[in-house]
T-cell receptor, first 116, second 110 residues
């Protein structure tokens, strides 16, 4: 079965650079979530989109922005990178619309961002 | 979403059942109990969820008490590959985000 695809899997950037992470949800899923996981920490929710509109916002820095496109894939844009942005970034997708009961979210394998 | 409390760590012998408890005493009537696990540095993996009835799938069973204030995830025959951090999450089943925190680190030992 198709899963959530994230790219790239690994990314190394220098301080103050910009990074773009991509997420391709499971087909027919309309909701995308972004999470950040620092070393030894639990995943922290950043932002989510439903039908291309922002649905929830968590602890996402102002330097980060995200959007969901017409094909439902999503991109997380990160500017002015700091050393503390080094983390695993996970994307998840689910099917929220049409009164779905089975709305568990499925996660991708993540992008490991290292800022040097 | 209601807060959950889990033990920070547990050990289990390979081949035995692993019973992971979770307290969610402030759960409201329309909140579901979800279980996820995260094997080292991999994406969190969905296990099971339920509202008030016990649930079973190919991975695990979920037992929810009648007052819904606590639940137990049961892995019937734990293997070494079940070593992971297990998260109990209470969430309204309407697509809002999952809040991860304070999971149980399960170590399955030979």
């Amino acid at each position: 079965a198709a899963g959530v695809i994230q790219s790239p899997r690994h990314l190394i950037k220098e301080k103050r650079e910009t990074a773009t992470l991509k997420c391709y949800p499971i087909p027919r899923h309309d909701t995308v979530y972004w999470y950040q996981q620092g070393p030894g920490q639990d995943p922290q929710f950043l932002i989510s989109f439903y039908e291309k509109m922002q649905s929830d916002k968590g602890s996402i820095p102002d330097r980060f922005s995200a959007q969901q496109f017409s094909d439902y894939h999503s991109e997380l844009n990160m500017s002015s990178l700091e050393l503390g942005d080094s983390a695993l970034y996970f994307c998840a997708s689910s099917s929220w619309g049409w009164g779905q009961v089975n709305t568990e979210a499925f996660f991708g394998q993540g992008t490991r961002l290292t800022v040097v | 979403d209601a807060k959950t409390t889990q033990p920070p760590s547990m050990d289990c012998a390979e081949g035995r059942a692993a019973n992971l408890p979770c307290n969610h005493s402030t759960i409201s009537g329309n909140e579901y109990v979800y279980w996820y696990r995260q094997i080292h540095s991999q994406g969190p993996q969905y296990i099971i969820h339920g509202l008030k009835n016990n649930e079973t799938n190919e991975m695990a069973s979920l037992i929810i008490t009648e007052d819904r204030k606590s639940s137990t995830l049961i892995l019937p025959h734990a293997t070494l590959r079940d070593t992971a951090v297990y998260y109990c999450i209470v969430r309204i089943n309407a697509g809002n985000m999952l809040t991860f925190g304070g999971g149980t680190r399960l170590m399955v030992k030979p």
